[in-house]
């Protein structure tokens, strides 16, 4: 007697008979990429896909889009794209409490000539680092109060060659985007009887407003021009 084989699933009885082979269960394909990833694949699989059934959810803090092909059905296709950064302003930490020696920022910089904005802004940022002169002076006051208390002060300063010094760099400021030349200071701080150095550009923190918002409506505009429900949400 064959054997007879039934397998119910995905809102479907399926009968098999004799040597049928067993089915082989649906794939649930979750792709990653760019923020421009999302509108990419609806683009290309514009033809094949019911913008009734298509949902995309945006995460504007963490600059993320998922396009979700049918949220009702569990092995449709997802595509998430997100503003990545580029790895060569993460590991700067510009605009952030990274701290740097000026012997570690020389080295770091030394092998990174592509992110710069021509030959004469690496020669340059090289020999500035290499030979850094900086003072750091300390003061310490007394004050007496009303109440007669004495209140101690103490401040402390760097004075060096390369306050009005900038690093010229070209990078893109997200993965996928074209890279930028941006001015980055160098601010000193006292450690000590020695220094760090932070590094702080306007220019970056401006451009990366304007950029993250053009990048982030660019692709819904494609959705919302097809009738694609978009959902807000932050966590």
Not at 200 to 222: F, Y
């Amino acid at each position: 007697m064959e054997e007879l084989k039934l397998s119910i699933g995905n809102g479907e009885t399926v009968f098999r008979q004799g040597k049928a082979l067993d089915p082989v269960p649906p794939v649930h394909n979750k792709f990653q990429g760019t923020i421009h990833a999302p509108a990419t694949h609806y683009l290309q699989r514009k033809d094949n896909i019911d913008p009734q059934l298509v949902s995309v959810r945006v995460n504007y803090d963490k600059g993320i889009v998922t396009l979700h092909e049918n949220p009702r059905d569990q092995y449709a296709d997802t595509i998430t794209g997100s503003l990545q950064r580029h790895p060569f302003f993460v590991e700067l930490g510009i605009n952030t409490n990274k701290q740097w020696t000026a012997k570690g920022l020389l080295d770091f910089l030394r092998f990174k000539f592509e992110f710069f904005s021509n030959n004469t802004a690496y020669i340059e940022a090289q020999k500035k680092l290499s030979s850094v002169k900086a003072v750091v002076n300390s003061n310490s006051e007394q004050h007496n109060q009303r109440d007669g208390l004495i209140k101690n002060g103490f401040q402390s300063s760097v004075e060096t060659d390369l306050k009005s010094f900038k690093l010229m760099l070209k990078a893109p400021l997200f993965v996928g985007e074209p890279a930028e030349i941006f001015e980055v200071e160098l601010q000193f701080e006292p450690d000590g009887s020695s220094f760090v150095i932070y590094l702080m550009s306007m220019q970056i923190m401006e451009r990366e407003k304007v950029l993250r918002e053009e990048l982030l409506e660019g692709g819904l505009a494609i959705f919302r021009e097809s009738g694609v429900p978009i959902f807000y949400f932050n966590n």
